[in-house]
T-cell receptor, first 109, second 117 residues
Framework: GIQVEQSPPDLILQEGANSTLRCNFS?????LQWFHQNPWGQLINLFY???GTKQNGRLSATTVATERYSLLYISSSQTTDSGVYFC???????????FGKGNQVVVIP | DSGVTQTPKHLITATGQRVTLRCSPR?????VYWYQQSLDQGLQFLIQ???????AKGNILERFSAQQFPDLHSELNLSSLELGDSALYFC????????????????FGSGTRLTVV
């Protein structure tokens, strides 16, 4: 099946710092989404981004489908950005997602 | 509030027992998906229903089953529970469920944390 690899697995940031999370996938995909799982376990949909670049406040994402990777940028990080960021891909356009193992991010004040 | 409602939020039960997890999708969404999140397996797709019919199966054990009712809510039944079934179970919904996907992706509920003791 499709492989979804995220790096780095763990990241500790000082509040105010910027960071980049990476997601590599092994096959062409129809859909790619980024989610944030907060410390209470809730999964929040950040971006639906099968290709191109999108921005939402301090977060932005870029997917280069031809090279099979996506990047999530966090700028001016805040403690509320702590949690696990998941990349998930939809191989067949049917909304069944395959998740990576996540990037654990801790933002310290 | 994401619009996807899962109950209960927490469940503690003994090995060998059977439990039912419930999910109400976001208004207007026809597809319901169940995912399991465990420490060793990560987030895994279990099963999908679309407008009352099973659409796809993932890594779902035979001890587990699901259904989607005419009002579109869904239930995930877990039986003969084992310690290894302890996990966070998520439900998600989307407007579509077939080819073409949903333009906005889909939305997760808050999950049911199952602990088997």
């Amino acid at each position: 099946g499709i492989q979804v690899e995220q790096s780095p697995p763990d990241l500790i940031l000082q509040e105010g710092a910027n960071s980049t999370l990476r997601c590599n996938f092994s096959d062409s995909v129809n859909n790619l989404q980024w989610f944030h799982q907060n410390p209470w376990g809730q999964l929040i949909n950040l971006f639906y981004i099968p290709s191109g670049t999108k921005q939402n406040g301090r977060l932005s994402a870029t997917t280069v489908a031809t090279e099979r990777y996506s990047l999530l940028y966090i700028s001016s990080s805040q403690t509320t950005d702590s949690g696990v960021y998941f990349c998930a891909v939809d191989l067949y356009g049917n909304n069944r997602l395959a998740f990576g193992k996540g990037n654990q991010v801790v933002v310290i004040p | 509030d994401s619009g996807v409602t899962q109950t209960p939020k927490h469940l503690i039960t003994a090995t060998g027992q059977r439990v039912t997890l419930r999910c109400s999708p976001r208004s207007g969404d026809l597809s319901v998906y169940w995912y399991q999140q465990s420490l060793d397996q990560g987030l895994q797709f279990l099963i999908q229903y679309y407008n009352g019919e099973e659409r796809a199966k993932g890594n779902i054990l035979e001890r587990f089953s699901a259904q989607q009712f005419p009002d579109l809510h869904s239930e995930l039944n877990l039986s003969s529970l084992e310690l290894g079934d302890s996990a966070l179970y998520f439900c998600a919904s989307s407007a579509s469920g077939g080819q073409g996907g949903s333009v906005y992706g889909y939305t997760f509920g808050s999950g049911t944390r199952l602990t088997v003791v």
